[in-house]
Structure formats: structure tokens, C-alpha cells
């Protein structure tokens, strides 16, 4: 078993976890436009694991990137006629290893249930499509 050992936390970085709650990185993750507001961007942040990170905005950038195009891979599933999310997760993620495909599936209703708040799709039952779409 390994020893625990709490790393203290820099006074000029900001948790990574607490980085979702600055209001130009909320406005980055529901948009995926960045904002010109400079007050309060963190310069530094500390993950749970690891070195300081020197550079949030670009590795917040970097992950709001990747679910922006995780969110149109769905959307591209969606149009394609997949409509459950086993179905887009198979697509989506097709090759991953099948233990890990239940976090994929996971991964998968929680974009669906955010791009359903913003009116893009729309669901039956089990079943998901884009909004506007018929059938």
C-alpha cells in the first residue's frame, strides 16, 4: 500500500478542479468561445496528480476543444441514424476496449443531456435525435 502525501498548494495556483468555476471558463465550456474578461483568470493551477500546470488557459482550451468535438462526433452519430446511446457510443468510440465502454456510454448521455437543455436534440423514450428531425 502507498503513503498519501499531500503536496502543499502553491499560493499563485488555483486547483484545476475549482478552474470550472471562474465564470470566463463556465462561459468557455457552455459556448466554446473564449472571452476577452481578464479579471480573476488563474495564471498557474495544481491537478490532483502531478506538477503545477504553468498554462490553464491552454490546457482548458485544449479540453473544452476536445468536447466540442466529442459533442459533434454525437451530433454526426445522430445524423447517421444512430439513436440510442449504445448505439452512438459504439460508434463514437469505436475500438475502445469493451470494459471501458460503459464510461463512454456515460460520457455519451451526458453530452446528449446538455445538448438537450440547449434545444439540439431531443428525446423518446430511449431513443435521441436532433431537434427539427422528423421520423
Same mark, same amino acid.
Given at each position: 500500500?502507498?503513503?498519501?502525501?499531500?503536496?502543499?498548494?502553491? @499560493?499563485?495556483?488555483?486547483?484545476?478542479?475549482? *478552474?470550472? @468555476?471562474?465564470?470566463?471558463?463556465? /462561459?468557455?465550456?457552455?459556448? +466554446?468561445?473564449?472571452?476577452?474578461?481578464?479579471?480573476?483568470?488563474? @495564471?498557474?493551477?495544481?491537478?490532483?496528480?502531478?506538477?503545477?500546470?504553468?498554462?490553464?488557459?491552454?490546457?482548458l @482550451?485544449?479540453?473544452?476543444?476536445?468536447?466540442? %468535438?466529442? %459533442?459533434?462526433?454525437?451530433?454526426?452519430?445522430? /445524423?447517421? +441514424? $444512430?439513436?440510442t446511446? $449504445?448505439?452512438?457510443?459504439?460508434? #463514437?468510440?469505436? +475500438? *475502445?476496449?469493451?470494459?471501458?465502454?460503459?464510461?463512454?456510454?456515460e460520457?455519451? #448521455?451526458?453530452? *446528449?443531456?446538455?445538448? %438537450?437543455?440547449?434545444?439540439?436534440?431531443?428525446?423518446?423514450?430511449?431513443?435521441?435525435?436532433?431537434?427539427?428531425?422528423?421520423?
Amino acid at each position: 500500500m502507498g503513503i498519501a502525501v499531500e503536496r502543499p498548494m502553491r @499560493r499563485d495556483a488555483m486547483p484545476l478542479a475549482e *478552474l470550472a @468555476r471562474v465564470p470566463h471558463v463556465m /462561459a468557455m465550456m457552455s459556448t +466554446g468561445q473564449s472571452t476577452t474578461y481578464d479579471a480573476g483568470r488563474p @495564471r498557474k493551477a495544481a491537478s490532483a496528480h502531478g506538477p503545477i500546470i504553468d498554462d490553464p488557459q491552454r490546457v482548458l @482550451r485544449n479540453y473544452i476543444d476536445h468536447r466540442l %468535438e466529442r %459533442e459533434q462526433q454525437i451530433l454526426d452519430a445522430l /445524423a447517421l +441514424g $444512430d439513436s440510442t446511446p $449504445d448505439e452512438i457510443a459504439a460508434r #463514437v468510440y469505436r +475500438g *475502445l476496449r469493451e470494459q471501458l465502454m460503459p464510461m463512454a456510454k456515460e460520457g455519451v #448521455v451526458a453530452h *446528449l443531456r446538455k445538448l %438537450e437543455r440547449e434545444h439540439r436534440v431531443r428525446r423518446t423514450g430511449d431513443s435521441w435525435q436532433r431537434a427539427g428531425v422528423t421520423g
